[in-house]
Nanobody, 113 residues
Framework: QVQLVESGGGLVQPGGSLRLSCTAS????????MGWYRRAPGKERELVAIQSASGSTQYADSVKGRFTISRDNARKVYLQMNNLKPEDMAVYYC????????WGQGTQVTVSS
């Protein structure tokens, strides 16, 4: 059974930084893509950033220049979030794809002074 486990969420002041991590476990290797989605209160889930196995990346316009996605092997993906804004506050979900979607449980990011 494949599991995605996120870590790194928390409370940060506007302008601060956080680094989210996601590790996949289970009998699977080499996801085609891994990335991050988020859901803010009262809003639909949206793509934040995603990276393919070839290294190509895609970002939401709202985070370009502030967030960076990276993968250091076939099972881990990171999201470096800089210059956080109150509108970034959401539950962030790790996502992976190989023949089907896989989702983590989510980690809360709170941006508040």
């Amino acid at each position: 059974q494949v599991q995605l486990v996120e870590s790194g969420g928390g409370l940060v002041q506007p302008g601060g930084s956080l680094r989210l991590s996601c590790t996949a476990s289970g009998s699977i290797f080499g996801f085609n893509s891994m990335g991050w989605y988020r859901r803010a209160p009262g809003k639909e889930r949206e793509l934040v950033a995603i990276q393919s196995a070839s290294g190509s990346t895609q970002y939401a316009d709202s985070v370009k220049g502030r967030f960076t996605i990276s993968r250091d092997n076939a099972r881990k993906v990171y999201l470096q979030m800089n210059n956080l804004k109150p509108e970034d506050m959401a539950v962030y979900y790790c996502y992976a794809w190989k023949s089907r979607e896989y989702w983590g449980q989510g980690t809360q990011v709170t941006v508040s002074s």
